[in-house]
């Protein structure tokens, strides 16, 4: 057994054990969607026995970073299925990192300028990468109880957005905040 050989993953077939993690690349186009550059970027990955994308935010509420990739539009949804295509026409399987950004935010990058909302309002360390520079955090709003269960809807609707722009799978980000 080596790296090039094939493994299976649960129903997947991967062609070798090699797996592209996931890592931001801010290259989104207008309202946060993937444009043909996405498309090149993960197609000239294909070679890869599974792609996980780039986190996604599931809201306008998730955003973390700007020129972020989002799975919550119709145009996000379409500007992902260039991605996928184009993988797999190359071969690839690849799946969809679903993201909320929660309190490593910044109320620029939140609807409204909001505060970004997060389990308990702890400002975290350091600062937001920001278009323009680094702004250091905010504290952020602390979510009521009744509102967990709109950020599962949020992560529920992400994962059938996903299926619908022709991913293989979806992986959930669970860190930094």
Same mark, same amino acid.
């Given at each position: 057994?080596?790296?090039?050989?094939?493994?299976?993953?649960?129903?997947?077939?991967?062609?070798?054990?090699? *797996?592209?993690?996931?890592?931001?690349?801010?290259?989104?186009?207008?309202?946060?969607?993937? #444009?043909?550059?996405?498309?090149?970027?993960?197609?000239?990955?294909?070679?890869?026995?599974?792609?996980?994308?780039?986190?996604?935010?599931?809201?306008? #509420?998730? /955003?973390?970073?700007?020129?972020?990739?989002?799975?919550?539009?119709?145009?996000?949804?379409?500007?992902?299925?260039?991605?996928?295509? /184009? *993988?797999?026409?190359?071969?690839?399987?690849?799946?969809? #990192?679903?993201?909320?950004?929660?309190?490593?935010?910044?109320?620029? /990058?939140?609807?409204?300028?909001?505060?970004?909302?997060?389990?308990? +309002?702890?400002?975290?360390?350091?600062?937001?990468?920001?278009?323009?520079?680094?702004?250091?955090? *905010?504290?952020?709003?602390?979510?009521?109880?009744?509102?967990? +269960?709109?950020?599962?809807?949020?992560?529920?609707?992400?994962?059938?957005?996903?299926?619908?722009?022709?991913?293989?799978?979806?992986?959930?980000?669970? +860190?930094?905040?």
């Amino acid at each position: 057994m080596n790296l090039f050989s094939s493994y299976k993953l649960g129903p997947y077939d991967l062609k070798n054990r090699m *797996v592209m993690a996931p890592m931001t690349r801010n290259r989104a186009g207008r309202g946060n969607s993937p #444009q043909p550059v996405n498309a090149l970027y993960y197609a000239q990955r294909a070679g890869a026995g599974l792609i996980i994308t780039e986190a996604s935010q599931v809201s306008p #509420q998730g /955003l973390g970073y700007p020129d972020m990739p989002g799975i919550y539009s119709p145009e996000q949804i379409s500007g992902w299925r260039l991605v996928t295509d /184009l *993988v797999h026409k190359r071969g690839g399987l690849i799946f969809l #990192q679903l993201f909320h950004c929660g309190r490593v935010s910044h109320p620029s /990058l939140q609807p409204k300028g909001a505060a970004p909302v997060a389990p308990s +309002a702890i400002k975290p360390e350091g600062g937001a990468m920001l278009r323009y520079g680094t702004l250091a955090f *905010v504290t952020p709003r602390a979510l009521e109880t009744e509102e967990i +269960a709109g950020i599962v809807e949020q992560f529920r609707q992400g994962a059938e957005n996903a299926r619908e722009a022709g991913f293989d799978g979806v992986e959930l980000h669970a +860190a930094n905040g």
